[in-house]
């Protein structure tokens, strides 16, 4: 379903992503894992379009379509989601606003229906609650003031709404306690589903203890260097990512 | 050089140029070389933006008064003040008179309705606000892209007195709207907003001196502003503090978007101060539109245009939700939203 | 809490103005007044090509055609231009060749003002003391220059002005005006027809200066004015810190000060200006001092070059002083960093441009005013957007203090954006010294002029800090002093 081919990205003039291949079956979850640096949430703004991420080679296939000819509103009513792992404050937009515009605007570029306030109202309250949210909160500005998990749970509860096919995850877990670990991780294994695609980029093993991946792919060097099941994942936090780092670099992290 | 100029729209020789310091961003003379043709008389239309929300009027049409020019406020009063200009190449100037008397409350609501072209206006207010009254003033201004206005409101707050205005303008070619407030005995209470959403080649200048001349007065002053395309948005705040006007707490600050590569913004808050027990401050930033906000919002599906426009709204709305009366509150948002 | 120290002790140990002292130089001096033949007898004093007497000539006939500026917050007798010397200078046969040459009574001057001029005073001085190279300006002419000879070892070429232009002068000739045009305000003309010395600096491409440089201008003879220029050239890569210092005997006339300094910031080139300006600011009753009308520019003209100025200005009866930087060079910065402090009857209206031309260039701007007494502070800046700078940023911050009912401040700047993309952000405040945080620090037992030049140093340290060590030392007794008197 997801097909990315010998991708190249560039940052301004450096090269991050330099020969990316990889494939997501519908109905699949992979991770992503790699040590720092390695261009991870580099992989997660290029798919979703961010400017200044340039894919200078390769080529990105989505549901058929050329993901990389399309704008980022574009590639969001195709229904690429990016959860962001440090959700943007939007002061002066209340978040209920804002998520309904959003799923309007998508609905209005797929050419359906839009949803009424009243109708918007309803799948918003039972959403929350879902994911133990406070509605009046929805009410204030876009994640102004939000505590990090707050913002997290926001990033999901607008997933659960807008319902995207390709639910792509940056550091999810970062900034997230226990507790609210495993409301926003039932909250994302609630979203699973045969048609959707879901890829998980993740330093760190323990997310995937929540959120079970069906392959674990090792991203180093702009390049993934490893694939394998579930176990690798565990491989990687028993032994780091040492192995996988190219000589050159060694010492300097 | 700070006193206020006594333009005169019959005497060329009266019009300021950008070597006078208060006018450096706004050179009238540039515009207006010569006086131009007296407009001639105009009918007033439609009921205006405030209509709904009643009250007595002062209406002025193409300079002309029609009924009084003069008001004074007591108990509890709705004024709307309106300034129709529907002229071409011509110019006119009108003057009104508010006084609110001590403990009066008065809802002001001013409007600059324009139509036609390239006309030039004046208009003047003399506002007193008397002891322990209380006055929200809430200006709309809308004008052709060629018209050339000039606005002055003259205002003077005595003891325990509470004024608050709100100014959006949508500029002109070349708009300035002046205020000039005293806080003439102490205590006083001063909101002086304004906003503007500039489009086009337009021009707005909003300029305002609010002078401390006794002790304990508190002014707060919140500007915001967009300039897009081609526009030029000019912002003077000068707050001054004058020896003994002890207790004085002064805020100021202008927050401008430049939303296109050739848009301009001017700037200039200045802070006089000659007593020392005070708090004073103002703030001044100028900047482009959040680009992580803007992607974050493409990212959930909101076109770029309009991920700009609800920006632009949630930056400029800060202004409107400060207006005091709800009714004027409400008609000023859907005036602006209408307009972004 | 070595400052604290330091603070009380020079309160303790100081006289009002230190360096009011007046010394019996003798001197030669041009006939007074300005014309045509003053500036002719100036040139042919200091030996200048013919090219560099036509440029003066041509600036003299600027200057008559100017007026004098009105526009500043500033209110002063006016200056008789005709009343004046242009020239001073101490009486030698030929400019001293080394320090032996030196008539020992200025030499004397500058050991009383604890300017080393020795270079081995300096070497035997505390292990580890950074040392500094010092250009010695007597009225109008420079009487030494240190460390000349191992300076030139590493292509560094630091002399005074009126020698650079018998030396080198195609170097001179490319930059002199470069900055500051011949017409560009009624003081930089009057200063390019007249000045007499000042110090050149020129960095050799990728050279790190290996010390400070420094200037140290003292005004000495009555009814004199001085009117030095400095020129600094860094060439790519270079790097050089660079310190100013002025102090002037206590005289009830008031004596003028017209300076220019121009920078020019090559390619990756970095240039630290830092000034503690001590003039004599005139007594209690606003009598005297030195009318301090100054040119101060950089052009950042290479791309990734770096000025940095920092200014203490304590002294003068009026300043008028905006030291700025055309940030031409993509990618280039300035930095202006300021400490006002007025007392008595003085006034400054000081602040700083920052216009930028270039793609990305930066520009950083804290200024902290403190006035007391009958005083009057303002702060005067523009930062300018030009349209073809792209991704430029500022970051300003003005902040006041008053200290006593009679005193004035005030903050005056003008923001112009004619970019897009800029980002621009200004902050002021204005406040009084609290009465809470005084009383405090008297309880634990300072008294009351101890705590306020404790909490004076504490709301100008964000600047302070930006000085070289040895510089804020003196910066910081200088505020102690300034406020003498201030409170009470």
Not at chain 3, 192 to 216: H, K, N, Q, W
């Amino acid at each position: 379903m997801l097909k990315i081919n010998n991708l190249h990205v560039s940052v301004g003039d450096k090269p991050i992503l330099k020969g990316l291949t990889l494939d997501v079956p519908a109905g699949e979850v992979h991770a992503i894992m790699g040590p720092n640096g390695a261009g991870k949430s580099t992989l997660g703004y290029a798919l979703s379009g961010r400017p200044g991420y340039e894919a200078t080679e390769g080529s990105v296939e989505w549901a058929g379509e050329d993901l990389l000819a399309l704008e980022p509103a574009e590639r969001a009513a195709k229904g690429v989601f990016l959860s962001f792992q440090y959700p943007i404050e939007i002061p002066g937009v209340p978040a209920l606003t804002f998520v309904r515009t959003a799923l309007n605007a998508q609905k209005r570029a797929r050419g359906e229906e839009e949803v009424a306030a009243p109708a918007f109202l309803k799948l918003v309250r039972e959403a929350s609650k879902a994911l133990k949210m406070d509605f009046d909160m929805l009410k204030r500005p876009l994640n102004v003031g939000f505590s990090g998990g707050e913002k997290k749970r926001m990033e999901i509860l607008q997933m659960a709404l807008l319902e995207p096919s390709l639910l792509i995850l940056d550091e999810t877990d970062s900034g997230l306690d226990i507790d609210a670990l495993r409301i926003v991780s039932e909250g994302v294994n609630a979203l699973r589903r045969p048609d959707r695609a879901m890829l998980v980029i993740t330093h760190y093993q323990r997310l995937l203890d929540y959120i079970k991946p069906d392959r674990v792919h090792v991203l180093a060097g702009g390049r993934i260097v490893a694939s394998g099941g579930p176990e690798l994942a565990l491989q990687l936090e028993a032994e780091g990512y040492d192995k996988y780092l190219p000589p050159v670099l060694e010492g300097a992290a | 050089m700070s006193a206020a100029f006594n333009i005169d729209l019959t005497d060329a020789e009266s019009f300021p140029s950008r070597r006078n310091e208060a006018w450096k961003y706004s050179d009238l003379k540039r515009w207006l070389r010569e006086a131009p043709q007296p407009s001639p008389t105009a009918a007033v239309g439609a009921p205006g933006p405030f209509y709904d929300l009643g009250g007595d009027a002062i209406v002025f049409a193409n300079g002309r008064a029609v009924g009084v020019t003069d008001f004074i406020a007591s108990g509890e009063q709705t004024l709307r003040l309106r300034y129709i200009s529907d002229a071409v190449g011509t110019g006119h100037s009108a003057g009104a008179r508010v006084a609110v008397r001590a403990g009066a409350k008065l809802l002001l609501l001013e409007t600059h309705e324009g139509a036609g072209s390239a006309y030039v206006a004046h208009n003047t207010l003399e506002l007193d606000v008397a002891a322990g009254a209380e006055v929200t003033r809430v200006v709309l201004v809308e004008e052709p892209e060629d018209a050339i206005s000039v606005s002055e409101a003259h205002v003077k707050v005595e003891a325990g007195g509470v004024y608050r205005q709100t100014i959006i303008a949508t500029g002109a070619k070349l708009q300035r709207i002046e205020t000039r407030l005293s806080h003439f005995a102490q205590g006083a209470h001063v909101q002086a907003d304004g906003l503007y959403l500039l489009n086009g080649s337009r021009h707005t200048d909003l300029t305002s001196v609010v002078r401390h001349m006794e002790h304990d007065g508190t002014t707060s002053q919140l500007i915001k502003g967009v300039a897009r395309d081609t526009a030029r948005g000019v912002f003077q705040g000068k707050i001054v503090v004058e020896r003994g006007a002890d207790g004085t707490d002064a805020r100021m600050g202008h927050h401008a978007l430049i939303a296109s590569e050739r848009a301009e913004i001017d700037a200039k808050p200045e802070l006089i101060i000659y007593a020392d027990d005070v708090q004073c401050a103002h703030g001044n930033t100028v900047g482009t539109l959040d680009e992580s906000a803007l992607f974050y919002m493409e990212q959930r599906g909101i076109p770029a245009e309009e991920a700009r426009a609800l920006l632009t709204q949630a930056f400029l709305i800060e202004v409107i939700d400060r207006i005091e009366h709800e009714g004027a509150r409400e008609v000023a948002r859907e005036w602006l939203t209408a307009r972004l | 809490m070595a400052a604290v120290k330091e603070t009380i002790d020079a309160v303790a140990a100081l006289e009002k103005y230190a360096h009011g002292f007046t010394s019996d130089i003798e001197q030669e001096f041009a006939p007074r007044g300005l014309n045509a033949d003053i500036v002719r007898f100036i040139s042919e004093k200091k030996g200048e090509p013919e090219w560099m007497l036509e440029w003066r000539l041509a600036a003299y006939e600027r200057w008559l055609a100017m007026e004098e500026p009105t526009w500043a917050a500033v209110k002063y007798e006016p200056v008789d231009y005709q009343d004046l010397f242009y020239y001073a200078a101490p009486k030698q046969k030929e400019g001293p060749k080394s320090l032996d040459e030196v008539d020992p009574e200025i030499l004397e001057i500058y050991k009383k003002l604890g300017i080393p001029l020795k270079e081995q005073e300096v070497l035997a001085g505390v292990q580890g003391a950074p040392r500094v190279a010092v250009d010695a300006v007597f009225d109008s002419v420079s009487v030494v220059t240190t460390f000349k000879e191992e300076l030139a070892k590493v292509g560094v070429i630091f002399m005074p002005i009126s020698e650079a232009l018998r030396e080198y002068p195609e170097l001179v000739r490319q930059y002199l005006g470069s900055v500051v045009p011949v017409s560009d305000n009624y003081f930089a003309a009057l200063n390019s027809a007249v000045f007499s010395d000042g110090s050149f600096v020129y960095i050799p491409p990728g050279v790190r200066c290996p010390m400070e440089l420094s200037t140290y201008f003292r005004i000495n003879a009555s009814q004199t004015g001085q009117f030095e220029r400095t020129l600094i050239i860094a060439d790519k890569g270079s790097y050089v810190s660079y310190l100013e210092g002025c102090t002037a005997p206590m005289r009830d006339e008031n004596q003028l000060h017209a300076a220019v300094v121009e920078i020019v910031a090559l390619d990756d080139a970095e240039v630290k200006y830092s000034t503690v300006q001590n003039w004599y600011p005139g007594d209690a009753e606003g009598k005297g001092g030195i009318y301090n009308f100054v040119t101060k520019r950089a052009d950042c003209r290479g791309d990734r070059s770096k000025v940095s100025w920092t200014q203490v200005e304590t002294g003068s009866a009026v300043t008028w002083k905006y030291p700025s930087c055309i940030l031409k060079g993509d990618d280039s910065s300035g930095e202006f960093y300021s400490i006002a402090i007025t007392n008595g009857h003085q006034q400054a209206d000081t602040g700083t441009k920052m216009i930028h031309l270039g793609k990305n260039t930066k520009s950083r701007i804290i200024a902290k005013a403190v006035s007391a007494g009958k005083s009057d502070s303002t702060y005067r800046g523009l930062v300018s957007v030009h349209p073809k700078a792209t991704g430029v940023r500022n970051f300003t911050q003005c902040d006041s203090l008053l200290i006593g009912k009679e005193c004035g401040s005030h903050t005056i700047p003008y923001i112009e954006a004619r970019n897009g993309s800029a980002q621009l952000e200004h902050e002021a405040t204005t406040t009084r010294l609290s009465d809470d945080q005084l009383f405090y620090a008297q309880q634990r037992g300072l008294s009351q002029e101890e705590a306020v030049a404790l909490l004076v140093n504490g709301f100008v340290r964000d600047v302070m800090q930006k000085l070289p060590m040895e510089f804020a030392v003196e910066a910081q007794k200088l505020v102690a002093i300034s406020l003498e008197g201030s409170v009470g």
